[in-house]
Each structure stands twice: as structure tokens, then as C-alpha cells.
């Protein structure tokens, strides 16, 4: 479904993803782990478009997507939730929700929206409020509602736990598992390693812009010397 | 008397200013030729409005061409200078306004131009105990309207959420399916075409004359600075604040009417250095 090869991206003169290859196929839970800097967003900005690729291609249903713009590479159902709860802030719950839908044509509004308050029942409480006023657990839910509006082929979560407490994270595990049952594809950016090894069938470990270590999870878990070597935590 | 004029201005204000400050915050653009859109709109009024022999006509055809001239210099100067320095912008839209000044010398003159009052408009009407010239308070009316379009516009539709949101994250919104390059095209022609709608609408009132783009965009420069940049509400607040500044200049220190104004951005600067509604990001 999504295959990304020797990709090489850049920030200007700075060589930040050294040839990297990665196979997602149809209803894969897929998880990319890395410390900080290892490019883990850096992988999520280039399948976006955001930061295109100067080397190697990312492909989607079988054509070459590496230099659409990102409004395009939407337009074909692949969603990104960025790190840090990036919504607007200035509008309210259910503006940060209509806009994803104003590129989606076919999609209808109404029960679009309301599908996402069934999920998320705090955000139809909130749906006049300005985000500005919403914590960070429920930033996080709207970030992750709107990525699954309308038709969502791909889920892209770069590190949707960071900064979060505890109890807020059991529930954002419980988001995951249930949107793992609707037959979206997941790529999960994660440094919490308990998280991703409980959500995803699948791992990738990246190390400074480089593919360190691939496997299932009992693979990974067989394998504690990598983790502690590149993550530097044993799970 | 003084007030209600002060309130006809900053409204007119209101319609220039709010373009610019919509182009800036969203295309990041501090755009310089602004005034000679407002120019050019007082220019094609009148001559539409002598060649059609109709000043309504004139009124809805001058936008529409000072539209597609928006057009032109968004899609063909600024769309390749995107992501560029902040002065690559203000040297360019800078150069626009210098051609577009000797472009209007070149094709009308130097003259001062005078556009003819729509015969329903002229004489006085009371009201409130003042007396008043109709057709400032249609000018005060008319903008009061279009304001609230504009409001409308901003607050109740898809497209109104776009433009906040891309005052606020153009990354995000390209990546929710937006395509922002278009966004910008359209945002820089309704700024165009309400600069010129202000420039038609006010030539009656104020005549038409090469300078006028200059005057405006200084004007507009001011109130976008002390309503705080990029910030719509602020632009409103400040633009009728600044009309009251002007109008109180002109009465009270004649002979330094500009000199009001410059007291009044550095007396909010002072106070509120980030203009009166700061943006917190
Ligand atoms: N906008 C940028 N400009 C230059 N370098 C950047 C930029 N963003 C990230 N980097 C660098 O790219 C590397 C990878 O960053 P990132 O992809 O954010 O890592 P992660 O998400 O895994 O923490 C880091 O060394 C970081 O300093
Ligand atoms: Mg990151």
C-alpha cells in the first residue's frame, strides 16, 4: 500500500534521513521508535510532503507520491496527526474539525461530525469552545479526530503520547486498539516504547536517520540488547 | 459633526486596512501597493463612471477590474517570492507602486479629478439634530455594509475557517487538504477588489489625484500597526480610532492634521508595543 525507498531528505544543507525503507501494506499497525532527533518527524514530514524528498521515492497504491504538495497527498486519505498537537488554537473544537472537511467533497459534514463526538464525547462538549481552552489529553483527541474524518486510508501519529499523563495515555492505547479494528492503516511515531510494542504489530527502529532494526513485536522483545543500545530503555 | 466624519473615515480605513492586514497575516506579505489598488480604484470609477455614464455601474465594474489587476500581481510578482525574506516582498510590491503611480500619470495626468455626486446623494440630511451630507453617510452606511459582509464572511463559512487558519499555521492547513497557493490567490483579489471598492466609493468625496495611493497607504500602515499586526479585530479598532485621530487633527491642530496621527501610534505603541490586539503566538 505504502512503500517508501532509500528515501534521503534534507533541511537545507543538512542531511537529516539517509536512505530509508519501509513496506506498509493494507491494515498494518506499524510503529517507528527513535529518541529524540533520530528523525522520526523528519520521516512523517517527507510521506506528507511536507519536506519532500530529495533522493528516493515514497510510493502510495503503486504511483510515485514524493513530490505531490501535501494538500494532494491528503486529497488520497493519507492523514497526518503532528507532534505536539499542532491545531489551530484561535478557532473552535468543531472549526478545527470542518476544515479538515472542506477538501473532502464527498464526505458528509454532519455525520462526519458526528461521528467524531461519538468517539470522542468530550469534544462535542466542547465543539463551541475555542481550543485554545482545551488540555493537552483533549488537543491530542482532536488531533486524532480530525485525522479520521471523512475517507482515511493512513494514519500517520507522530509521538501522540508525548507529554501526556498516564491516565490519558491508557485512554489514548485504548483510541489506538479501537481505530486498529477499522481497518486504518497506523504508522505510529512513538518514543514511549511500551506504548508502541502494545499497539503495534510491527517496529522500526530509526538511529540518526537510519533503519537500526525491523521486526514483529515478540521479535523485538526477543531483542532487548537493540533496545537498550538505541533506545536506552529495555521494555 | 466631527466625530460622524472621523467615523465615515476610520470605516473607509476599515475596508483598506482589513485587506492588508488579511494579506499579511496569511501570506506573510506587508504589501506596499495596496494604496495604488485604492488609487486605482478611484481612477477607473471615474472613468467608468464618465464612459457609462452611470456612477453604480462605475462602483461595482472599478473592483472588478482592480480584481484581476490583484490578480496579476499576486499570480505573476509575489507567487515566486513565497518563503522569500519579508523585504523581498516590500521592495517588490514598493517598485509595484512606483509603476502603478507613473502608470496613472502617464494615462490620466497630473489633474486632480473630481467624480460627480450620483444625483440621488447630494444635499444634506438631518438627522439627530446635525446636519449632514448624504453622501457621506451613504459612504458611512455603504462601509458599515460591506464591513459586515466581510464579517460574514470571516466568522460564518468553510471558507471564512480557511483564512483564520492559515492566519495561523499555512504548514497545517496544506496539510489538511487545503491547497494553500490558491487560498493566497484568492485572499490577495478580495483585498484588491475592497481597496478599490473604498477608492470608487470615496472619489466623490475626496476627489481623485496620484497621490492618493500614498496618503491611504501610510494611513493604512498606521492602523495596521496599532490594531496589531494580522490581527482582523484589531485592524477594525484601530482603523476607527485613527479615522477619530485624523478627523480631531484637521479641527483642532490645523496645519498639523498628520501630525495627530503619528501622536496617536506613538502614544498606543507606548502603552501596548505589539499593537492593541496582540497576538499570542
Ligand atoms: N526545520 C529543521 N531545520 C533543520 N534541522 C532540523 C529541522 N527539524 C529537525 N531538524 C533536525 O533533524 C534531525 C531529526 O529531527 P526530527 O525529525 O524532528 O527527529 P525526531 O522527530 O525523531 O525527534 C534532528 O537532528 C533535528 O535537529
Ligand atoms: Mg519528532
Not at chain 1, 134 to 153: D, F, N, P, V
Not at chain 2, 112 to 134: D, M, Q
Given at each position: 500500500m505504502?512503500?517508501?525507498?532509500?528515501?534521503?531528505?534534507?533541511?537545507?544543507?543538512?542531511?537529516?534521513?539517509?536512505?530509508?525503507?519501509?513496506?506498509?501494506?493494507?491494515?498494518?499497525?506499524?510503529?517507528?521508535?527513535?529518541?529524540?532527533?533520530?528523525?522520526?518527524?523528519?520521516?512523517?514530514?517527507?510521506?506528507?510532503?511536507?519536506?519532500?524528498?530529495?533522493?528516493?521515492?515514497?510510493?502510495?497504491?503503486?504511483r510515485d507520491i514524493t513530490r505531490l504538495k501535501p494538500h494532494d497527498i491528503f486529497r488520497l486519505g493519507i492523514r497526518l496527526v503532528p507532534q505536539g498537537r499542532n491545531?489551530?488554537?484561535?478557532?473552535?473544537?468543531?472549526?478545527?474539525?470542518?476544515?479538515?472537511?472542506?477538501?473532502?467533497?464527498?464526505?458528509?459534514?454532519?455525520?462526519?461530525?458526528?461521528?467524531?463526538?461519538?468517539?470522542?464525547?468530550?469534544?462535542?462538549?466542547?465543539?463551541?469552545?475555542?481550543?485554545?481552552?482545551?488540555?493537552?489529553?483533549?488537543?491530542?483527541?482532536?488531533?486524532?479526530?480530525?485525522?479520521?474524518?471523512?475517507?482515511?486510508?493512513?494514519?500517520l501519529m507522530d509521538e501522540p503520547s508525548e507529554g501526556?499523563?498516564?491516565?490519558?495515555?491508557?485512554?489514548?492505547?485504548?483510541?489506538?486498539?479501537?481505530?486498529?479494528?477499522?481497518?486504518?492503516?497506523?504508522f505510529l511515531a512513538e518514543q514511549n516504547v511500551k506504548m508502541a510494542l502494545s499497539v503495534c504489530d510491527r517496529h522500526y527502529i530509526l538511529e540518526k536517520g537510519e533503519i537500526r532494526f525491523t521486526g514483529t513485536t515478540e521479535e523485538m522483545s526477543a531483542n532487548k540488547d537493540i533496545m537498550i543500545q538505541t533506545l536506552g530503555v529495555s521494555a | 459633526m466631527t466625530v460622524l466624519n472621523g467615523l465615515t473615515m476610520g470605516m473607509v480605513l476599515v475596508l483598506v486596512a482589513g485587506g492588508l492586514s488579511i494579506i499579511f497575516g496569511m501570506l506573510d506579505v506587508l504589501n506596499f501597493a495596496h494604496g495604488s489598488l485604492y488609487m486605482l480604484g478611484g481612477y477607473l470609477g471615474y472613468t467608468l463612471s464618465i464612459a457609462t455614464g452611470s456612477f453604480w455601474l462605475a462602483l461595482l465594474l472599478a473592483p472588478v477590474g482592480v480584481a484581476m489587476v490583484g490578480f496579476f500581481i499576486e499570480f505573476f510578482t509575489l507567487r515566486p517570492l513565497y518563503g522569500r525574506p519579508p523585504l523581498h516582498h516590500l521592495l517588490l510590491t514598493f517598485g509595484i507602486s512606483l509603476i502603478a503611480q507613473n502608470a496613472v500619470k502617464f494615462i490620466w495626468g497630473n489633474?486632480?479629478?473630481?467624480?460627480?455626486?450620483?444625483?440621488?446623494?447630494?444635499?444634506?440630511?438631518?438627522?439627530?439634530?446635525?446636519?449632514?451630507?448624504?453622501?457621506?453617510?451613504?459612504?458611512?452606511?455603504?462601509s458599515i455594509g460591506i464591513a459586515i459582509l466581510m464579517w460574514l464572511l470571516i466568522t460564518k463559512t468553510r471558507y471564512g475557517i480557511v483564512v483564520r487558519a492559515g492566519t495561523e499555521d499555512i504548514e497545517t492547513l496544506e496539510a489538511h487538504g487545503i491547497d494553500t497557493r490558491k487560498v493566497f490567490t484568492g485572499v490577495f483579489i478580495l483585498g484588491s477588489a475592497l481597496a478599490a471598492i473604498a477608492g470608487a466609493a470615496v472619489a466623490p468625496m475626496r476627489t481623485v489625484y496620484p497621490q492618493m495611493g500614498i496618503d491611504i497607504i501610510i494611513d493604512a500602515f498606521v492602523v495596521v500597526i496599532i490594531g496589531g499586526l494580522g490581527s482582523i479585530r484589531g485592524t477594525v479598532i484601530g482603523a476607527l480610532i485613527l479615522g477619530q485621530a485624523i478627523q480631531m487633527g484637521a479641527v483642532f491642530l490645523t496645519g498639523f492634521a498628520d501630525a495627530a496621527i503619528y501622536i496617536v501610534m506613538a502614544g498606543i505603541l507606548l502603552f501596548k508595543p505589539s499593537g492593541l490586539v496582540a497576538e499570542s503566538n
Open positions: 505504502m512503500s517508501v525507498e532509500d528515501v534521503h531528505t534534507y533541511y537545507g544543507p543538512s542531511h537529516v534521513l539517509h536512505g530509508i525503507d519501509l513496506l506498509l501494506e493494507k491494515g498494518d499497525v506499524i510503529s517507528v521508535m527513535g529518541r529524540n532527533g533520530a528523525g522520526k518527524t523528519t520521516l512523517m514530514r517527507t510521506i506528507m510532503g511536507l519536506t519532500p524528498a530529495r533522493q528516493g521515492t515514497v510510493g502510495f497504491d503503486g491545531v489551530f488554537p484561535k478557532l473552535t473544537v468543531e472549526e478545527n474539525l470542518r476544515l479538515a472537511l472542506v477538501a473532502q467533497k464527498s464526505a458528509d459534514p454532519r455525520s462526519e461530525l458526528e461521528k467524531a463526538y461519538d468517539r470522542f464525547p468530550i469534544l462535542g462538549q466542547r465543539r463551541q469552545q475555542k481550543v485554545k481552552g482545551l488540555s493537552g489529553g483533549e488537543r491530542q483527541m482532536l488531533a486524532i479526530a480530525r485525522g479520521l474524518l471523512g475517507k482515511t486510508r493512513i494514519l501526556l499523563a498516564p491516565l490519558i495515555i491508557r485512554e489514548l492505547h485504548d483510541t489506538i486498539l479501537e481505530i486498529k479494528t477499522e481497518d486504518i492503516t497506523i | 489633474d486632480i479629478y473630481s467624480v460627480e455626486t450620483p444625483e440621488s446623494l447630494t444635499g444634506i440630511v438631518e438627522f439627530l439634530g446635525i446636519a449632514y451630507p448624504t453622501y457621506r453617510l451613504f459612504i458611512l452606511l455603504f
